[in-house]
Every structure is written in structure tokens, then in C-alpha cells.
């Protein structure tokens, strides 16, 4: 249908509510961008009957007629807790969490379409408390990787469609955390850490493709594929001394006999520019879709990310060790007996491929309704064993319910049918098994969980 006088206040409303998206950043696993998916655990590769099919099926596009958008709105409040056993202490990373995606497509012939999606899959943010004694590993970690995904569908034979799009991802990258300073030949009067504070930007691209085989009313399949997409970021690494903290303490002079240590290390340590080099993960994912009943389905997906080609959060100055901080001459190494070797900071991330498992149903208790559900699986990318405080989810078991409603939309001042309005709505609460992990000095268990409510407000024209 074409857009009209009367659905244009639609449209405007849609676009102004999508142009106030907050991507923002979350853990690495659960997101799933569409409300409709979310309310079945994310088990949606084999049914993509909506346009938010451009996250999980590219290939759905094709059956999908007219002209459609959809914004999905997601709130909710991650809560990680590190706890140490031997201090009896624990400690917590949660922040409220506001998230957004946007799809829209156009059927511009007969069984071949052609979208746009733009969603934050891979994201994800910990905070911890500034005085943690974890903060030498980190204080607050974060990646942002928004993508803009165009897509064509067709198609290609009936009940067969092939989708394929290209992903521009835009991301940014965050890491603050101390770092430990010693003189090797003075005695500090306590430990001193520097606050170093990363901030770096990256582009990169990619592809997505998507396969959707619909044989008959019973049975469907997909399968989607997305490829790595490798981001080189840079920016700046910017160190602020705790002066709060630290700025009571005062060392030798090779001049006169004492200067304050904020001085010393201010002139060791030089902001300047950094490097890091991460891939974002291959993806593919399988689901089949069985309906006995005309109002009752099922939906089952299996996916594969391949984190092992993430990096080991690994930032490299631009600068060589020697170019660190010229003013840090080397008549000042000799005098303190330490050199500037800060050009190279990792936390020592060990990422590994994962699995999700996830299923789901729809029940229809009348043509534009829809009672959703759904459980999933996920398995830790960086594995339960293994935990560091940059990622520390471990495996994760997310229930979800999830409503519907697809139907037709008048025009208020007369009886007219101008398009038809897609609304979702979902609640999801996910828990975490138990992971466990080393910061040097300190044994510490993780747990993790959050509620999840999400939005889905669309047309079809």
C-alpha cells in the first residue's frame, strides 16, 4: 500500500521514536533485537514473519508484502556479583540498560524485497566499583558495536527464499582500569595504581545471508550466516592519578630531596594514542519450525558464534617504549631504576566458540493474537572456568513469555482501513550457572542475572 495522508502521522511518530534509540551496551550473550523473537527465547530463524527478520533470518523478507517498520524497545538491569569467599566480601556490576533497534522493508515486486535493520548484537558493559581489589584487572569494561544491515530478498522458487545483506558495523571500545606503579630502586610508603582510561572507535563490514524453506503448512526451516567482521579501533589512552588516594606521598629527587609523587608519575606516565585489533564473531545458526495445529507451533534453533577469533583485549601503543614519555629521560630511569612500559596493556581475555540453544512456541487463541514462550541455553564465551572481571558471564538459562497482536488499522474519521498495526510485548528473566576465576592474589565466583521487558511497535502498509 502506498503511504497516505492518514497513516503519515504513523510513519513520523515511528521514525521520531527510533531516532531517540539508545544502543547502548549489555553482556555478550543474551540480546535478541526483535520483541516477537525475544518472546520465544529468541527461536526465530525458521518462523521470520516479521521484518525484525533482518536480525535472524534475512531470507523472511521475501515473504513479507507492502511496506513496513518496526522499533523495538528493550529495558532492563543486568546484575553481576563477584564474590570473594576468603575476604567474605562481594561486590556488584549493574547499571539500567536501554536498548533499541529499528527494521523496515519494502516488497518492490513480486516475491523479491529489499530492507534495512539497524541493531547492537555484540555489546557488552561491566562496571565495578572504583576501590574493588579487582580494579588492576578492570574497573569498567564496554564495547558498543551498532550495525546497519541493507538486505535483498527473493524468492527463488516458491516456498524457497534466499536473503543476503552487508553489515556496516560501527563500534566503540572502552577499558579503565589501574595500573601498578614501583620504583625498583626506591621504597613506596604503599601500592600505587594509575588510572588508565581507554576510549577507541573502529569500522568495519561484513555480510549476512539467510536461507527460509517453507514445503508446506507444517513444516518450515532456515538457517542463518553471518560473517566475521574484523574492527582495527583506535584512540586515546588518557591516565588520571588518583590524587584522592594517593596524592599524600612523596619520593626522592635527583635535585633536591623530595618531590610529590603525583609529579614523578604524571611525568612516567603520557596520554597518548593506542591501538586494538578485535574480530567480531562468525555466526550460524539453525531452526525448524513444526505446527500440528493451525494455532499451535513450535521453534527450535541452534547457534554457533565462533569467539575464538575475538582477541585477547590487547591495546598497543602507537608509540614504541622508548617514545612512551620522552620526558621520563633516561637519567631519571637510571636514578628510580624503572622505565615506561605501559605500551602494551591485556587483560588476557581467553574467548572461545559457543553455543545457544533455544526454542519456543506461539499459540494463536484467535486470528490477531499470539501467546508466546520460550527457553534458552547459552554457553559462556569466555567459559565458566575462566572468568575475568572485562566479560564475566557465565552459562546462561533465560526463560520467556511474550504477547501479540497483528491486525488492521482505520482511519479515525471514517470506517477506511489504511495498513495494519504490529505490536509485541515480552518479559524475559535470565540466570546465570556459576563461574569461577583468578584476579592475581584473590580466588572469586561469579553469578549473574536480570529482567527483561521489551516493546515491539510496527506497521504494514
Known sequence: MRITKQSAPV???LFFAAGFLSLSAQDLSPYDPGARASGMA?????????????????????????????TNLIFSEPNVTASFPALGASFTSAAFDFRGSLALSWQMARRLSVGIGIFAPYTF????????????????????????????????????????????????????HYLRFRLGNFSLPGEVGMDSRMELSGTGTGFAAGLLWKPNPVFQAGM???????????GRDAFVFPTEEFGWMSVPDP????????NLVELFYQSQDFTSPVTLPREAAFGAALAPMAALSFYFDLQWDEWSRFGSWQFNAVNDDQNLSP?????LQDFYG??????LQSAGLVMKDAWKIKSGLEYRPAPHLALRGGFAHHQSPAGNANQIPIDPIPDLNIAAIGFGYEGPVFNVFNTQQVGELSFDVYFRYVKSAGGSGTIPGYELTYQASRWEFGVGVGVNL
Open 11 to 13: 510513519w513520523i511518530a
Open 42 to 70: 529468541g527461536a526465530f530463524a525458521a518462523k521470520a514473519d516479521d521484518v525484525t527478520g533482518i536480525f535472524a533470518n534475512p531470507a523472511g523478507l521475501a515473504f513479507l508484502k507492502g511496506f513496513r517498520l518496526k
Open 125 to 176: 558493559e561491566t562496571n565495578w566499583h572504583s576501590r574493588w581489589p579487582g580494579r588492576y584487572a578492570s574497573i569498567k569494561a564496554g564495547m558498543n558495536a551498532v550495525v546497519v544491515r541493507p538486505v535483498l530478498s527473493a524468492e527463488i522458487v516458491k516456498g524457497l527464499a534466499l536473503g543476503i545483506g552487508v553489515d556496516l558495523v560501527f563500534s566503540e571500545l572502552s577499558w579503565q
Open 224 to 234: 542463518r550466516y553471518v560473517h566475521q567482521v574484523a574492527v582495527d579501533f583506535s
Open 255 to 262: 635535585v633536591k630531596p623530595k618531590i610529590p609523587l603525583e
Open 327 to 331: 620526558g621520563f629521560t633516561k637519567a
Open 338 to 343: 624503572v622505565a615506561p612500559d605501559y605500551g
